[in-house]
Every structure is written in structure tokens, then in C-alpha cells.
């Protein structure tokens, strides 16, 4: 493969990266109040709070794979092996189909398959940024890459696949511990999502 310097694959990623943004807000319909009072219209916002919660896990979680996504690329230069390219696609793949199960879970907020399929596509998302990451360290020459961090995205991701089955609550408690784990700021480490 011929080298190919990172800025094909900064720009590409970061048009993926604001389409899906983009997306996710497309799909926030404003409503129609019939009350024209504050305590008549309030009760009318109560059906936009599952639509509005799961924007802004999905903003969240997609804002987090964007700056680590940053900060990964910080690492190179020039890129030497096709599987980057790769990788960096699969992940991409993933990050797209967030729009669409955040829009099938604010529809469905109580259907089990609705939360299982978001579930899925967050852990998909997850695994493939989480072995991009490993891939670019290692082609660096790192002989050791700390994933500790890097694995609880995955781990959370899939026990909510898991408990999607059993409880959609369950699942959307598990679903928003790794998009607060890495908001939180942390110290100077270098393993992240």
C-alpha cells in the first residue's frame, strides 16, 4: 500500500462524524402546544423527554467517539497499513447508524427490540473505535497499549444488549454509565474510549 498522509482520513471522518450530529438534531420535530398558558403547554412537553433523553446520550456519546477520535489521530503522521483505513470505516459504518436507532428508540421508548438494536449499534460502534485504537498504537511501534479504559464502553455496551431482554430501564442505566465515564474529565492518561 502506498502511504497516505492522515488528513484524507481526518476530513473524511470528521464529515461522517458532523453528518451524524446533524442527523440526530434533523430529527427533533418541534410541537404543536394547544395550551397557550405555561401550566397548560408543560404537560404537553412530557411525551418529548424520551426523544430529548436519548439525543443527548447519542450526542454525547458520538461528541466523545469525535475527540477521541482526535486525539488517536494525534499519533500518526502518515498511514502504512490498509487495516487502518479499514478499521477507521467499520467504526464510521457504526457512528452512522446511531441516528437511526436514536430516532427508533425515541419512537419506542418500552420496546425491547428498539433498545436492543441501539444497544447493538453503540456496541459495535465501541469494539471497532476500541480495536482502530489498539491497531494505530501498535502500527506506531507501542509495544504496550494500557486498554483498561478503552474497555469499558464495550463491557457496558453489551451488558445493556444483555439487559435489554430482561428490562429496557436496565439497559438505558447501562447505556448512559460509559457516555458519563468518559465526559467526566480524568487525569493525564492516555486510554481512552
Known amino acids: ?3 497516505t498522509g492522515k488528513m484524507r482520513l481526518e476530513n473524511f471522518s470528521d464529515g461522517v462524524f458532523a453528518i451524524a450530529i446533524t442527523l440526530l438534531a434533523l430529527e427533533l420535530h418541534v410541537p404543536l402546544f394547544k395550551g397557550t398558558s405555561l401550566q397548560a403547554s408543560l404537560p ?9 433523553l436519548t439525543y443527548v ?34 467504526f464510521l459504518m457504526f457512528l452512522t447508524l446511531i441516528p437511526f436507532v436514536t430516532q427508533s428508540v425515541s419512537s419506542n421508548p418500552r420496546a425491547t427490540l428498539a433498545v436492543l438494536f441501539y444497544s447493538l449499534v453503540l456496541l459495535g460502534a465501541s469494539i471497532s473505535f476500541t480495536v482502530l485504537r489498539y491497531m494505530v498504537h ?11 479504559r478503552s474497555l ?16 429496557v430501564w436496565i439497559s438505558y442505566i447501562l447505556l448512559a454509565i460509559p457516555a458519563v ?13
Request: aromatic share 14%.
Open 57 to 90: 446520550l447519542s450526542f454525547v456519546t458520538i461528541a466523545i467517539f469525535w475527540v477521541n477520535h482526535h486525539q488517536l489521530t494525534q499519533n500518526f503522521n502518515t498511514i502504512y497499513k490498509r487495516r487502518i483505513i479499514w478499521g477507521n470505516t467499520l
Open 1 to 3: 500500500m502506498q502511504p
Open 44 to 52: 404537553e412537553l412530557l411525551p418529548l423527554v424520551p426523544t430529548i
Open 152 to 167: 469499558i464502553g464495550p463491557v457496558f455496551y453489551l451488558c445493556a444488549v444483555v439487559g435489554a431482554v430482561f428490562s
Open 138 to 148: 501498535k502500527t506506531c511501534g507501542e509495544q504496550h497499549v494500557p486498554m483498561k
Open 181 to 193: 465515564y468518559y465526559f467526566l474529565p480524568k487525569g493525564t492518561g492516555h486510554d481512552h474510549n
